[in-house]
C-alpha cells in the first residue's frame, strides 16, 4: 500500500470511532493550543516592547548617587562635576546632568501639577512632534527659557488650541512653548519619559531656577567603550571630587532593555513547558487508546496477514491513525491557539507594550504541528511494533 492509503485507512477507522477518537485528541488539541498561545504571546510581547523601547532610543548611561548616600545627604552632585566628567572622561563622547521635579502651575482659576523635566539638544529619541520643535544648540548655550510640552500638559495648558508661541509661568519665570510632543502610546512605558503631564525645559535654564537639584548624570560613551568601563571612570572621577568614601551606582539603559527581553523569553519558554507536558500526557492517551485498539482488532491483524500483508504494513497501519489522531489534534489545537494568541496580542499591543507587533505565525505552527506529529510517532510506534509482530495463526485464534 501507498502511503497515502494508509492515511486514508487510518482517517476510515478514527470516523468509525470518532467519539473515542475526539476524545483522545483533547490532551493533544489543549497541549497544542497552549504551546502556540504562548509561544505566539511571547514572541509578540518581546517584538512589541522593544518597538516601543525602540521609540526612547538608547538613553545611554546614568550614574547616580547610592541611595543610601543620598538619603545621609553626603552626596549631591553639582554643577561642575558635569564638566569636570567632560574634561576627564577619555571614554565619554556626551555628559549631561538631568533633572526632574514636581511644580505647580496655575491655569485658569485652578493650580495644577507638572513634572518638570530637564532635555538636552542631544536627540536620541524618535518622539515624533505634533507642533513646533525640539531644544536647538542655541537655547542649551544660552539657557533659553523655552518649553516642550506633553500632549496631556498642553491641551490642559491651553485647551485644543496651538500652544507654540504661548508662555507658561514656571517658578516665577516665563516660558516660551516651542514644541508640543504628538500622543505617546507607550502601554506599560508611558511613564519611562515622565508623567503625562510634564514640561520639558533645557537642562541649562534648570540649572538656573531656584533649589535645582541634578538627580544624576546621563552619559553616552564614545563607540566601541563598554558601558562597565565609562561607568568605572566616572565613579572614579566623582569620587576623587567628592572623595573616596561617596558612594555612586551606575546603570545603562540599552543593557536593562535587553535584560528585560531575555526575561520576558525565558519566561514564555518556561510557561510553554506547561503546554509540552500537555502534549506528553495526549501522547500516553494516543499510546493506550491504540494498544486497546491492537487487542480489539487482533483477528483484523491475522487475516490481514494471511491474506499477505507484511510486518511492514501492519506497523505502518497503526503507525498512520496514531500520527493522524495527533495532526488532527494539532490542527484543531493550532486553531484554538491562533484565536487565543490574536485576541491577546490586541490587549498586549493597546495596553501593555504600546505598539502592535506582527508574530511569525510560520514557524509556530509548523513548530507545534511537526511537534504534534513527532508525538504520534513515538508514542504510537510501541502499539504498531506490537501489532505488527503478532502470530497469524494466533490471531486467527483470538476470539
Not at 520643535?133 to 544660552?142: G, Y
Not at 496651538?162 to 516665563?174: D, H, L, S, T
Not at 502610546?185 to 508623567?195: K, L, Q, R
Not at 535645582?212 to 572621577?237: C, N, R, T
Request: aromatic letters at 10%.
Amino acid at each position: 500500500m501507498k502511503l497515502w492509503e494508509f492515511f486514508g485507512s487510518a482517517l476510515e477507522t478514527l470516523w468509525a470511532n470518532r467519539t473515542r477518537s475526539i476524545l483522545t485528541m483533547i490532551g493533544i488539541v489543549i497541549g497544542t493550543a497552549a504551546v502556540i498561545a504562548i509561544f505566539a504571546l511571547g514572541q509578540s510581547a518581546s517584538s512589541s516592547i522593544a518597538a516601543t523601547l525602540g521609540m526612547f532610543g538608547d538613553q545611554g548611561i546614568f550614574v547616580f548617587p547610592d541611595s543610601g548616600a543620598r538619603r545621609l545627604k553626603t552626596v549631591q552632585l553639582q554643577w561642575q562635576d558635569v564638566a569636570t566628567v567632560r574634561d576627564a572622561c577619555s571614554r565619554c563622547a556626551k555628559v549631561f546632568p538631568s533633572y526632574d521635579s514636581f511644580v505647580t502651575i496655575r491655569s485658569g482659576h485652578t493650580n495644577d501639577a507638572y513634572e518638570l523635566q530637564s532635555d538636552t539638544d542631544y536627540i536620541v529619541d524618535k518622539l515624533p512632534m505634533a507642533e513646533g520643535r525640539r531644544f536647538s544648540s542655541d537655547d542649551i548655550d544660552s539657557a533659553r527659557q523655552v518649553a516642550d510640552l506633553l500632549m496631556p500638559a498642553k491641551q490642559r495648558l491651553f485647551g485644543d488650541g496651538p500652544a507654540v508661541g504661548k508662555y507658561v509661568r514656571i517658578a516665577e519665570r516665563r516660558f516660551l512653548v516651542v514644541g508640543v510632543y504628538a500622543p505617546i502610546s507607550a502601554g506599560i512605558f508611558s511613564g519611562a519619559g515622565g508623567s503625562d503631564y510634564t514640561i520639558n525645559i533645557p537642562y541649562t535654564a534648570f540649572h538656573h531656577l531656584t533649589n535645582s537639584q541634578i538627580l544624576y548624570l546621563q552619559i553616552f560613551p564614545k563607540p566601541g567603550e563598554s558601558s562597565a568601563a565609562v561607568i568605572d571612570d566616572v565613579i572614579g572621577i566623582l569620587k576623587r571630587v567628592h572623595g573616596s568614601r561617596a558612594a555612586f551606582e551606575g546603570q545603562d539603559f540599552s543593557e536593562q532593555a535587553n535584560t528585560f527581553l531575555s526575561v520576558i523569553a525565558y519566561v514564555a519558554i518556561g510557561i510553554s513547558a506547561i503546554g509540552f507536558i500537555a502534549l506528553v500526557v495526549g501522547g500516553i492517551g494516543v499510546m493506550n487508546i491504540m494498544l486497546v485498539s491492537v487487542i480489539e482488532r487482533t483477528r483484523e491483524i491475522g487475516i490481514r496477514k494471511a491474506i499477505g500483508a507484511s510486518r511492514r504494513d501492519i506497523m505502518w497501519q497503526f503507525l498512520a491513525e496514531a500520527i493522524a489522531i495527533t495532526l488532527i489534534g494539532g490542527l484543531v489545537g493550532a486553531l484554538m491557539g491562533v484565536g487565543v494568541a490574536l485576541a491577546a496580542n490586541n490587549f498586549i499591543a493597546g495596553g501593555f507594550a504600546g505598539h502592535a507587533a506582527s508574530i511569525n505565525w510560520v514557524s509556530i505552527l509548523l513548530g507545534a504541528l511537526t511537534f504534534s506529529a513527532l508525538i504520534g510517532l513515538f508514542f504510537g510506534t510501541y502499539p504498531a511494533a506490537r501489532a505488527a509482530s503478532l502470530s497469524p495463526i494466533e490471531c486467527l485464534r483470538h476470539e
